[in-house]
């Protein structure tokens, strides 16, 4: 099995924090696993607490890689769930779990405590494939050497660093912090991924001007051209940064400066292609907490908005309201809860009844 993990759908911060930690557990699980960006990585933690870590979650599930949901849900739909907040010894438990439990660390470590998959603890949740067969107690890997094809078994460098000094031997060598980042375009749009004033196209699009710093881009006035912008990944060195001057002519004949926020809702309208994302309850109930800014070029979403502001309701009452069919009432949810405009809405509690036996003549007279 592939030991390789990435890294998306968090801020800065918290990456910095999960690369430290990664680092200290997987030195103390004999450093079996090796950091790689998250295109190139079997298994991928995505931080499913931050606004657009469930639509990184469905990209990832959808290219068949095993994701590992880092939040502070008890349960998660992803294969494996990483509790926040988490320190070296949930992070251990974590990585000795997917491994398969096949190796509980070198010689004097401290064994980690069990890890859920998907909040459930027995093996019996573990994806296929992902657990470890049984080794005979009696049989040690240093008494019984199994014979190894190195050329075939050893993984390679990672990207910018040195390789191992010993054919099919992960080191410390191999975790490569420093690997070009790879995101999806919705990815790029939150808070603290960018900085500063940058220019981006994809393919034969049109131009974005994105001023990450104020919150605000120069573009087309149009949505539906980037929806291509939506599809796949996007690398930092992607994004081209620009001085003032170029800024001032570029932007120019442009018009006013657009926010930011109007991408993040069009990123979010396009992530579930028309189901609910992942972590919220098909189910459940919903309900816009403001009016939110509606598009022309999808008029229908005036109907959905209108039912909406009339209280919480599930996604089929909304689709009875409005007259709208369920994949654009899902769809128009989806941006709204990626943008705040939009928030699930508790069940409400139901009214409580009158004791029995107060009620009647009887009861009138006791309560005198």
């Known amino acids: 099995m592939s030991l390789t993990l990435g890294l998306t759908g968090m801020d800065p911060a918290t990456e910095t924090e999960l690369k430290a930690a990664f680092e200290q557990a997987n030195a103390r699980l004999g450093g079996r696993w090796q950091l790689l960006p998250e295109t190139e990585a079997t298994h991928v933690i995505v931080d499913l607490d931050s606004m657009y870590g469930p639509m990184s979650w469905l990209r990832l599930h959808a290219a068949g890689k095993c994701v590992i949901g880092m939040t502070q849900a008890t349960r998660t739909q992803t294969d494996f769930r990483l509790a926040r907040p988490f320190d070296v010894d949930s992070v251990a438990a974590l990585l000795q779990a997917v491994a398969g439990g096949a190796d509980s660390g070198p010689q004097g470590a401290t064994p980690a405590p069990p890890a859920t998959a998907a ?99 120069h573009g087309p006035t149009a949505l539906k051209p980037l929806t291509d912008y939506f599809d796949g990944l996007v690398a930092e060195a992607d994004f081209e940064a620009v001085d003032a001057a170029i800024w001032a002519r570029e932007t120019a004949a442009l018009g006013p400066a657009q926010p930011l926020a109007r991408l993040q809702w069009f990123g979010g309208l396009l992530a579930g292609k028309g189901a609910l994302l992942p972590g919220f309850d098909p189910a459940g109930r919903y309900k816009l907490s403001k009016w939110p800014q509606t598009e022309r070029e999808f008029p229908k979403h005036f109907r959905i908005a209108t039912a909406m502001m009339k209280g919480p309701a599930t996604l089929e009452e909304i689709v009875a309201a409005s007259g709208v069919a369920l994949p654009e009432v899902a769809d128009f949810v989806n941006a709204n809860l990626a943008t705040g405009y939009a928030e699930s809405a508790a069940e409400p509690a139901p009214e409580p009844t009158e004791p029995q036996g107060r009620g009647g003549l009887f009861g009138r007279l006791r309560g005198k």
Request: charged fraction near 20%.
């Open 119 to 217: 909040g459930v603890a027995d093996d019996r949740a573990r994806p296929a494939g992902m657990a470890a067969a049984p080794v005979p107690e009696d049989e040690l890997p240093e008494e019984h050497p199994q014979p190894v094809d190195e050329e075939a078994a050893a993984p390679g460098p990672a990207p910018g660093h040195p390789a191992s000094a010993e054919a099919g031997t992960l080191t410390q060598a191999t975790i490569a912090p420093a690997a070009p980042r790879a995101h999806a375009f919705a990815d790029w749009l939150a808070p603290g991924a960018l900085s500063g004033r940058v220019r981006y196209r994809h393919g034969a699009g049109p131009v974005l001007w994105i001023d990450a710093d104020s919150h605000q881009y």
